[in-house]
């Protein structure tokens, strides 16, 4: 199994541009989520899922859209990137049980906005 | 807002040495778990210790709770090179599929 895959690695943006952060698990988790880490802040969640065609809004949702069309996808998309946006980004997914969600994590996505 | 911190920051012991970290939060929690995070990676779980239980061990990490501070510890006992990395503690809500996460214990083991 591949467990929670992350599309692109790397990428490198001009302010104002955007684009779309790729998560793809294949556990058949319901729950998945978005997570930027910040030196010093841990981790912020950004949107999560519960399941297809549901998606709220976390910690920090300003500037940032998900769709949950199918289970397996949840892509993050930027809609005009800022500075304040550079961060590692990571998708996590979980078998979906409420107080005890146990996450498991994607590699990343290591973004930064000029 | 993050819900729980991480103490100390960093951590340097000598290898076989044992590790202690802790972890305060400021609201009543269903559950908390703790990540490790090697260097450029993602995160990986640990162990998950529910508000009903004051400790639990798997390996060489124990982990206790103490609902009425607050607080929980992770321990690493005869530490290792593979041991260094970011530690992270995370705290569950009932009735929430949310977690919230501390900003880590960056812990190194040296040879």
């Known amino acids: 199994n591949a467990g929670v895959t992350q599309t692109p690695k790397f990428q490198v943006l001009k302010t104002g541009q955007s684009m779309t952060l790729q998560c793809a698990q294949d556990m058949n988790h319901e729950y998945m989520s978005w997570y930027r880490q910040d030196p010093g802040m841990g981790l912020r969640l950004i949107h999560y899922?519960?399941?297809?065609?549901?998606?709220d809004q976390g910690e920090v949702p300003n500037g940032y859209n998900v769709s949950r069309s199918t289970t397996e996808d949840f892509p993050l998309r930027l809609l005009s990137a800022a500075p304040s946006q550079t961060s590692v980004y990571f998708c996590?997914?979980?078998?979906?049980?409420?107080?005890?969600?146990?996450?498991?994590f994607g590699a990343g996505s290591r973004l930064t906005v000029l | 807002s993050q819900q729980g911190e991480e103490d100390p920051q960093a951590l340097s012991i000598q290898e076989g040495e044992n590790a202690t970290m802790n972890c305060s939060y400021k609201t009543s929690i269903n559950n908390l778990q703790w990540y490790r995070q090697n260097s450029g990676r993602g995160l990986v779980h640990l162990i998950l210790?529910?508000?009903?239980?004051r400790e639990k061990h798997s390996g060489r990490l124990r982990v206790t709770l103490d609902t009425s501070k607050k607080s929980s510890s992770l321990l690493i006992t005869a530490s290792r090179a593979a041991d260094t990395a970011s530690y992270f503690c995370?705290?569950?809500?009932?009735?929430?599929?949310?977690?919230?996460f501390g900003a880590g214990t960056t812990v190194t083991v040296r040879a």
């Open positions: 995370a705290t569950g809500l009932s009735n929430d599929y949310k977690l919230s």
């Open positions: 899922s519960v399941g297809a065609g549901i998606t």
């Open positions: 996590a997914s979980s078998q979906g049980s409420s107080g005890a969600n146990v996450l498991t």
């Open positions: 210790i529910r508000s009903n239980e």
